[in-house]
């Protein structure tokens, strides 16, 4: 088979587990303030989307996971400058689409997959050295306060490569994307520094997390410097500096850490190659834990509401804040309720997306589980959320 029919192979298969899964999903409190009340690209994104194909979760979600899909593709691309094996790129494709934080990424409406798929985009741009890369570079500024770090980082490899234009336009961009967004020092300073390498392990992974910092401290010995390797170690050396005293938004920085992909990959086949067959184990088992983690981390995500069975309270589940509002909201207008009125904000605003209104008729309340209750949500049998209904008389 050729290199190009599985790659659209493995576009085709992801694409329909998203989907399918973009279906069991929700619309969270941070994903229904980007489609109500933000007013950056996403916003105009996903807004667009659902005007355009109707008020239903594949509409919100579509756009992130067909970005997604483009982002595979520009990997593949861009990896030939790192492996030149069709297969060895294949490998990076697949474990790209299995990483947790990519799958999170291509579900959940944020700028996370924007970022991811912009900086893979420009990474091309800048491989084929086409001319609109200084036209392409100021298009981050529309998305968010990401692009500061973009900018910093660049500004240090054309300062380090003695490209004075290319230094002088990042230079300026840096300016202005610290005039639009400025930066928030939140306060009195904290260490964060463990809470943010659990944080890049979870979206990486453990094993592929590590190979990622050990390359990059195994570039800059050797001195290979690569313009990933500026872009995503710069970005990743500023996040852990920055975490030592303040709370940082991973969303910005670990993006960015996805443009050393091909580098890894080019790092650990020729590590793997450059050995004879008796002593490869070491990597063979490498890969192995690596791929079961992916997989194991993947079929998490993937069955999720399968992790209620187990789970004595539902709000530990990972995803739960991604779950419960669509059913309710269903079975509300089964019971010719379209209107409620509930203290608690999000909620109200989540349950606003699947048409249920705000008034001052009906009054929506949480219930304990152990109790009866006018609504209950079930997943697979097991209880997992209770609200009760009462009517507001005012005289």
């Known amino acids: 088979m050729s290199p190009r029919i599985t790659l659209l192979l493995m576009l085709g298969v992801d694409a329909f587990i998203l989907f399918f899964e973009a279906s069991t999903l929700s619309i969270s409190a941070h994903e229904a303030y980007i489609f109500f009340d933000a007013q950056n690209f996403v916003h105009y994104l996903v807004n667009a989307s659902v005007n355009l194909f109707g008020h239903n979760d594949f509409a919100l979600r579509s756009p992130m996971i067909i970005l997604h899909l483009f982002s595979a593709v520009l990997l593949y691309l861009n990896s030939r400058s790192y492996l030149k094996r069709?297969?060895?790129?294949?490998?990076?494709?697949?474990?790209?689409?299995?990483l947790p934080g990519v799958v999170s990424s291509a579900l959940m409406v944020d700028s996370a997959g924007i970022m991811i798929?912009?900086?893979?985009?420009?990474?091309?741009?800048?491989?084929?050295?086409?001319?609109?890369?200084?036209?392409?570079?100021p298009l981050f500024l529309l998305l968010d306060s990401g692009s500061l770090f973009l900018y910093f980082a660049l500004f240090i490899y054309a300062l380090h490569r003695s490209n004075r234009y290319f230094m002088i336009e990042n230079g300026i961009l840096f300016i202005v994307a610290f005039i639009l967004y400025g930066f928030d020092t939140m306060g009195r300073p904290s260490g964060h520094f463990l809470d943010v390498l659990g944080l890049y392990a979870t979206i990486f992974s453990p094993i592929v997390?590590?190979?990622?910092?050990?390359?990059?401290?195994?570039?800059?010995?050797?001195?290979?410097?690569?313009?990933?390797?500026?872009?995503?170690?710069?970005?990743?050396?500023?996040?852990?500096?920055?975490?030592?005293?303040?709370?940082?938004?991973?969303?910005?920085?670990?993006?960015?850490?996805?443009?050393?992909?091909?580098?890894?990959?080019?790092?650990?086949?020729?590590?793997?190659?450059?050995?004879?067959?008796?002593?490869?184990?070491?990597?063979?088992?490498?890969?192995?834990?690596?791929?079961?983690m992916l997989a194991l981390h993947f079929l998490l995500l993937l069955f999720n509401k399968g992790l209620y069975l187990y789970l004595d309270e539902p709000q530990r589940n990972f995803v739960y804040r991604m779950h419960i509002v669509k059913e309710l909201a269903v079975s509300l207008k089964d019971q010719n309720v379209n209107c409620v009125y509930t203290a608690n904000g999000k909620l109200q605003n989540r349950l606003k997306f699947y048409g249920i209104a705000k008034c001052e008729e009906n009054l929506l309340e949480s219930s304990d589980l152990s109790t009866k209750s006018d609504v209950t949500i079930r997943y697979m049998g097991q209880k997992v959320a209770a609200f009760n209904v009462t009517k507001v008389h005012n005289y």
Do not use: C
Not at 86 to 98: G, I, K, N, Y
């Open 86 to 98: 069709d297969t060895d790129r294949l490998w990076l494709v697949l474990v790209f689409m299995l």
């Open 117 to 137: 798929f912009y900086l893979f985009f420009l990474h091309y741009l800048y491989q084929q050295r086409s001319q609109l890369v200084p036209f392409v570079l």
């Open 209 to 292: 997390f590590l190979f990622m910092v050990y390359v990059i401290y195994r570039k800059i010995v050797v001195k290979e410097y690569d313009i990933t390797l500026y872009v995503g170690g710069i970005v990743f050396l500023l996040s852990l500096l920055l975490s030592f005293r303040q709370v940082i938004h991973i969303e910005h920085f670990a993006p960015y850490m996805m443009l050393l992909l091909p580098l890894v990959a080019q790092t650990f086949f020729n590590s793997y190659r450059v050995r004879l067959r008796p002593f490869r184990k070491r990597y063979r088992w490498l890969l192995g834990i690596g791929f079961s």
